[in-house]
């Protein structure tokens, strides 16, 4: 997987409750918790938006 590789849309196994699950595992290693209002389609996009978004998170 490279930064532009596609996810949502493009992966059949991530579905929207795959998405919770992916979410739930970032949030538990990261030590970070994302609101409703953080996540959306762009974030998971590609693996690059969803790999900015933690990046951005764990800074904060």
């Known amino acids: 997987m490279t930064p532009e590789t596609p996810l949502l849309g493009a992966v059949p196994e991530l579905d929207s409750m795959a998405v919770v699950g992916v979410i ?16 959306d389609g762009q ?14 998170k764990v800074a904060a």
Request: charged residues 25%.
């Open 24 to 39: 739930g595992a970032i949030e538990e290693r990261f030590g970070i918790f994302f609101d409703d209002d953080e996540i």
């Open 43 to 56: 974030t998971f996009a590609t693996v690059g938006a969803l790999v900015e978004a933690v990046g951005l």
